[in-house]
Each structure stands twice: as C-alpha cells, then as structure tokens.
C-alpha cells in the first residue's frame, strides 16, 4: 500500500534519488523497521538440578541437546507437570544487506523468568511472564559471522514475586510461549508512541501523542514525518517537525485536531494508522513505525461507562489462551476462531484472564470490535506479598507498566486490572489497590483501572472499591455460596453502598461436563449436568440484565469461553473425567460447544 507523503517529503525522496544517481549515498538505506522472525526449530534441554549456568550451557559446546519448537511450551505434553530450567538454543546470522545501526531481540513472551545469551554473553533478563520485551545484542553480535542465542527459562513459582505460591488457578506453562524476532534499527529511531484520543464539545477528536524517541549517537536535530491514514490508505492528517534530537530518550509531544474521522466502537471498529518516520539530520537513515490506533474515549460517569459519550452496556466473557497439546502458544488460526465464536454469541467484551495475551489478539479485538479487560496475574495473591515493598519495586511496578506500555494504543483495551481475588478487604489489599490503582493512572489517563473481587457476601464487603473505577465482583451464587437468587438482592445492596459507581459481573460461572445430565436442577450446589449450567447462567443473566439495574450495573464478563487446564480442580465432587480441568467453558478444551453456549447467545442477542 503506497503511504501518501508530505510537501517535505516529496522533496527530500526526490533529493535522496538524485544524490544516489551522482553516487554520493549509499543505495542501502534503513527505512521501515527490518525484522527477521527466529521461529522454527531450536535445541533444547530440561534442567531439573538447575545446573545449567554453572556447567556453561550459556556457551556453544557439544552436548547433547533435544529439539524443541519456538514458540512453544515447554511442558504442554508429557512434561506437563514440569517446574524448572529449560534451555533453548538456536544460532542466526545478520543479514548480509543490514548495514549499521542498533540490534534488538524482541521476545513476545516467555514465562515465567528468562536470561538471554548471545555468544557466550549474557544481553538480558526479565522476571514477568507473558509480557514482550525486547533486548539490545548490539556489542554481542558478529556480523558476518554464525552468532549463538541461548535462552533459559525457568517456569517455579517464587515466595516473593507476582505470581506468588498462593497461585494455582490455571496450568503453569513455561518456556518461550510466543514468538522471537531480531529487528534492526538506526542510530536515531522512534519506538513507540503513546496516542490518547478524546471527543471534544463541538464534535471534533483532539489526538495527543507524545513519541518515544531515541538517540544511540551524538546527533542532535533531527526531523518527523507524520501521517495518518484510513482504513483504505486515505491521509487523513500530513505533517513534519523539525527537532532537537539529544543523545538518549527524549519524548515529543504533538496535539492535533481532527474533524474528518470516524469513532472506533464495537459496532463499527474503524481503525487509523499513525506512520511515524524519524530522520536523523545529515545521515542517509531513517525509520519509520506504523501504529494502528482508533479514535474513541472511554471515562465513567455517575452509574455507568460512557463509550464515545454514549452509555454502554457490556456483554462479555473471559478466555484462556491455552489449548490441547501446544499449551499456550496458540495459532493465529485458532485464535481467530475463537474471536468469532465469541463474536457469534453476541459478546462486546473479553477479559484477558488473567494476564497479557498474545499481540495478536489485541490486534484482532481492534479489528473485530471487542472491548477488552487486561490484567497482570496478581491471582490470589497473598497480602504480605503485595504490601512488600521490594515485591512492588521488582515485580508488580514493573510488571503493571510493562501491561501499559504493551498495550496503551489498543482502542480495544479498556480496562487496566491490577489484581483478582487476592485479600482486598484487609488494609494491607486496600493500600495496594490505592497505590496501584493510583500508578496505573499516572501511566495511562484515558481507561479506566478496576480489578476483580470476591468480597461481596453481607459483612465482608470490599472497601478497595473506593478506589477504583469500576466495582467489579466475581461471584458464584449456586455454585459455591448461596443460591441462583441471591445476585440480584446483592447488586442492589452493592449499589446501596457504592450508589456513585457502576458495578461490573467481572465473574459468574459453573462447571458442567457434557454427558451428565439432570433433568431437574436445583437452584444450589456443585451439579456438573448441562441443565444445571443452562439454569445457571439463564438465572444469573436475568437479574444482572433486569430492567431496573441497567441504570448501574453495566453488565457481564462470563467465566468462561473455553474449558482449560487447572492443577487444583480434582476431588471435592469433581468429576474425575474431567481432572485437572476447570469445566466453566461454553465450550471444552478442543471447541466442541456445550448447550450453554446457544443459552447465553439466546440471551446476549435479545439485549440491547
């Protein structure tokens, strides 16, 4: 697709020709960012002794190595119970055509900790799970030469981190999980950009964007190339700046004014591409970033949230990203087919449970239009854990601005969740959710922040919701507490209380396995029948929906699309068919559809 360029840029394209004609430039010139993709097939080793550093792993010898895929988890079959060290190796070489300039190695998720290794040198390490991040080899790279990567990960569980040894509420799948890119970039690049898009009075959108810019040499002006196109290609808005660039990361601020876009939303998920182009003054490189964005605002007002200005009412469900047999390195395939299955039943929204998912699935709910609840994996988390001031420094800091970064330009995301069920109705939880909730503001002021509670029963009500956006509660009446009747006396006593903030079903589920069967279900208690599930959710979702309650309660995140794979689910009356799986889905683990499944599109079709 031909990219239409500025007034400044024509003239500086047909400057560059002539120079290259007279011979004065090299014909090599970095433009768009290079990338090279690193899937494929790479050596592998299990490390139970967790000996591997010591003995030297990280350099290239002639042990005996296995193979293993990139991505893939390491123990998504008959490792499935592993926890410890895995090494990966594999060896790649620059391009012969990549000229100067900075390398990086951009991992889109390994869990749950890793170290990288490039000949025999150690380029980086990162302690989040699930999260992209990416890596400078530039001073470990050989160029024209076979270089060395090795990566070990290591998937245990640590007393003092996020995840914490509370945690056991899906399987711990580890390794690299996603996929692994070499990118080359210039001297003095843009990496990323953060967009924020409000709707002003008279109808017109005002885009704040503030670039990410970096200067790897001395260099001091420099200039941007910024465009911003349709769907189909149209420019939209055109326009260059000339600018000091210093050594380091500056960031630049521009404001612009729009009146001839379209609003992104569920219904009508239109989206816009920023191009970035960053040239560095007297040199023949320069890069270019293209950011897909949307034009839309999200903000809460009184008992509800307000999408483009306009109340909306949410219909949703959450999803796994795990499968049999590849654990959770899901193809773009699948994933897809979930999204529409998802579409198919009438849902508006997804919650990401309960951690960053694959890139490609923020990309895909921009493109399909589903709103989107994103969260680190602060899962029962222990409050001394959470109130550690070193955990907050190395993990949970760190990890919540890692979740902004990543996904700040998605229009889909809409939500930032800073925790589920851990004790937030101690004072220990409610200093953590202050001050996380508070962090997370300061990142991003344009979505709203929440996190999803159990504590919600009479006398145990959560005060953290003070601070939040959103009341948001996970709750199981019938299932383990109560009965089927119990949610709505309870959202209207929750509104008693919090009559200032809307009340959002983060959770409401119950397990089912097809085949058994109960002809007349009752209203409380495990029973696994398909009727019971059908009961359930038809219940829960008529008083959630009721009429009376659409002016504060917002709506539903069902627990859960898919069936997945969970370490605590056995015993208890747990049907030992299905150990080791948690059975809420609508669909099982393989997508075969339950009977709820045509229930709840019954129900999510028939609303508004």
């Given at each position: 697709?031909?990219?239409?360029?500025?007034?400044?840029?024509?003239?500086?394209?047909?400057?560059?020709?002539?120079?290259?004609?007279?011979?004065?430039?090299?014909?090599?010139?970095?433009?768009?960012?290079?990338?090279?993709?690193?899937?494929?097939?790479?050596?592998?080793?299990?490390?139970?002794?967790?000996?591997?550093?010591?003995?030297?792993?990280?350099?290239?010898?002639?042990?005996?190595?296995?193979?293993?895929?990139?991505?893939?988890?390491?123990?998504?079959?008959?490792?499935?119970?592993?926890?410890?060290?895995?090494?990966?190796?594999?060896?790649?070489?620059?391009?012969?055509?990549?000229?100067?300039?900075?390398?990086?190695?951009?991992?889109?998720?390994?869990?749950?900790?890793?170290?990288?290794?490039?000949?025999?040198?150690?380029?980086?390490?990162?302690?989040?799970?699930?999260?992209?991040?990416?890596?400078?080899?530039?001073?470990?790279?050989?160029?024209?030469?076979?270089?060395?990567?090795?990566?070990?990960?290591?998937?245990?569980?640590?007393?003092?981190?996020?995840?914490?040894?509370?945690?056991?509420?899906?399987?711990?799948?580890?390794?690299?999980?996603?996929?692994?890119?070499?990118?080359?970039?210039?001297?003095?690049?843009?990496?990323?950009?953060?967009?924020?898009?409000?709707?002003?009075?008279?109808?017109?959108?005002?885009?704040?964007?503030?670039?990410?810019?970096?200067?790897?040499?001395?260099?001091?002006?420099?200039?941007?190339?910024?465009?911003?196109?349709?769907?189909?290609?149209?420019?939209?808005?055109?326009?260059?700046?000339?600018?000091?660039?210093?050594?380091?990361?500056?960031?630049?601020?521009?404001?612009?004014?729009?009146?001839?876009?379209?609003?992104?939303?569920?219904?009508?998920?239109?989206?816009?591409?920023?191009?970035?182009?960053?040239?560095?003054?007297?040199?023949?490189?320069?890069?270019?970033?293209?950011?897909?964005?949307?034009?839309?605002?999200?903000?809460?007002?009184?008992?509800?949230?307000?999408?483009?200005?306009?109340?909306?009412?949410?219909?949703?469900?959450?999803?796994?990203?795990?499968?049999?047999?590849?654990?959770?390195?899901?193809s773009e395939q699948q994933l897809r087919s979930d999204l529409r299955d998802i579409k198919e039943l009438g849902c508006n929204m997804i919650r990401t449970t309960h951690y960053a998912q694959d890139p490609r699935f923020y990309d895909l709910a921009d493109e399909m239009g589903f709103l989107v609840w994103t969260e680190i994996p602060a899962w029962k988390t222990s409050v001394d854990v959470l109130s550690d001031e070193s955990v907050w420094q190395h993990y949970l800091a760190p990890q919540l601005e890692a979740l902004v970064q990543n996904f700040r330009t998605h229009p889909s995301v809409i939500?930032?969740?800073?925790?589920?069920?851990?004790?937030?109705?101690?004072?220990?939880?409610?200093?953590?959710?202050?001050?996380?909730?508070?962090?997370?503001?300061?990142?991003?002021?344009?979505?709203?922040?929440?996190?999803?509670?159990?504590?919600?029963?009479?006398?145990?009500?959560?005060?953290?919701?003070?601070?939040?956006?959103?009341?948001?509660?996970?709750?199981?009446?019938?299932?383990?507490?109560?009965?089927?009747?119990?949610?709505?006396?309870?959202?209207?006593?929750?509104?008693?209380?919090?009559?200032?903030?809307?009340?959002?079903?983060?959770?409401?589920?119950?397990?089912?396995?097809?085949?058994?069967?109960?002809?007349?279900?009752?209203?409380?208690?495990?029973?696994?029948?398909?009727?019971?599930?059908?009961?359930?959710?038809?219940?829960?979702?008529?008083?959630?929906?009721?009429?009376?309650?659409?002016?504060?309660?917002?709506?539903?995140?069902?627990?859960?699309?898919?069936?997945?794979?969970?370490?605590?689910?056995?015993?208890?009356?747990?049907?030992?068919?299905?150990?080791?799986?948690?059975?809420?889905?609508?669909?099982?683990?393989?997508?075969?559809?339950?009977?709820?499944?045509?229930?709840?599109?019954?129900?999510?079709?028939?609303?508004?």
């Amino acid at each position: 697709m031909k990219r239409p360029r500025s007034y400044f840029s024509h003239l500086l394209t047909a400057l560059v020709f002539t120079l290259l004609i007279a011979g004065v430039l090299a014909p090599d010139r970095m433009h768009a960012e290079d990338t090279v993709d690193l899937s494929g097939t790479w050596r592998f080793r299990f490390d139970p002794s967790d000996v591997g550093e010591s003995d030297g792993w990280q350099r290239p010898g002639k042990e005996t190595w296995n193979t293993m895929q990139v991505p893939m988890s390491y123990n998504a079959g008959d490792q499935s119970w592993y926890a410890g060290a895995g090494w990966y190796r594999t060896s790649f070489q620059v391009p012969a055509n990549w000229s100067g300039g900075h390398l990086f190695l951009k991992f889109l998720g390994v869990n749950i900790r890793s170290k990288i290794w490039v000949n025999g040198q150690l380029v980086g390490e990162h302690n989040y799970p699930y999260l992209p991040f990416e890596v400078d080899i530039t001073d470990a790279v050989k160029p024209g030469a076979t270089n060395w990567l090795v990566v070990r990960a290591d998937n245990r569980i640590l007393a003092r981190a996020v995840p914490d040894k509370n945690w056991d509420g899906w399987w711990n799948y580890g390794g690299i999980i996603r996929a692994v890119k070499l990118v080359r970039r210039p001297d003095v690049y843009t990496r990323d950009a953060i967009i924020e898009t409000t709707l002003g009075q008279d109808g017109a959108w005002h885009l704040n964007l503030l670039l990410n810019t970096f200067n790897l040499r001395s260099s001091n002006k420099g200039s941007f190339d910024l465009t911003i196109n349709d769907a189909q290609g149209n420019p939209v808005y055109n326009g260059v700046g000339q600018k000091q660039i210093p050594a380091g990361h500056t960031q630049y601020n521009f404001t612009i004014r729009l009146d001839n876009v379209r609003a992104w939303t569920p219904a009508s998920p239109n989206l816009y591409t920023l191009h970035v182009i960053t040239a560095e003054e007297g040199q023949n490189q320069e890069h270019e970033i293209a950011i897909r964005f949307g034009f839309r605002q999200i903000e809460v007002r009184g008992t509800q949230i307000v999408l483009n200005g306009k109340p909306i009412l949410i219909k949703g469900i959450s999803r796994h990203e795990m499968y049999p047999g590849v654990g959770m390195t899901v193809s773009e395939q699948q994933l897809r087919s979930d999204l529409r299955d998802i579409k198919e039943l009438g849902c508006n929204m997804i919650r990401t449970t309960h951690y960053a998912q694959d890139p490609r699935f923020y990309d895909l709910a921009d493109e399909m239009g589903f709103l989107v609840w994103t969260e680190i994996p602060a899962w029962k988390t222990s409050v001394d854990v959470l109130s550690d001031e070193s955990v907050w420094q190395h993990y949970l800091a760190p990890q919540l601005e890692a979740l902004v970064q990543n996904f700040r330009t998605h229009p889909s995301v809409i939500i930032w969740s800073v925790g589920n069920e851990f004790r937030s109705n101690t004072e220990a939880g409610k200093n953590y959710v202050r001050r996380a909730a508070r962090y997370v503001k300061a990142l991003d002021r344009t979505r709203l922040v929440s996190f999803a509670s159990d504590k919600h029963r009479p006398g145990a009500d959560d005060e953290s919701f003070q601070f939040v956006d959103v009341l948001s509660i996970n709750e199981y009446y019938g299932w383990y507490y109560g009965t089927m009747q119990d949610v709505g006396p309870t959202l209207d006593r929750l509104h008693q209380k919090w009559p200032d903030k809307p009340i959002l079903i983060s959770e409401v589920g119950s397990g089912t396995v097809p085949g058994i069967h109960n002809p007349n279900p009752g209203d409380s208690g495990k029973d696994y029948s398909v009727e019971y599930q059908q009961k359930f959710l038809r219940t829960h979702l008529n008083q959630i929906y009721a009429e009376n309650r659409r002016s504060f309660v917002a709506g539903a995140l069902l627990w859960i699309y898919n069936d997945f794979p969970d370490p605590h689910r056995v015993g208890g009356g747990h049907p030992v068919q299905n150990n080791y799986v948690n059975s809420k889905g609508l669909v099982t683990r393989d997508r075969q559809r339950k009977p709820a499944f045509d229930t709840v599109k019954e129900i999510f079709h028939t609303l508004p």
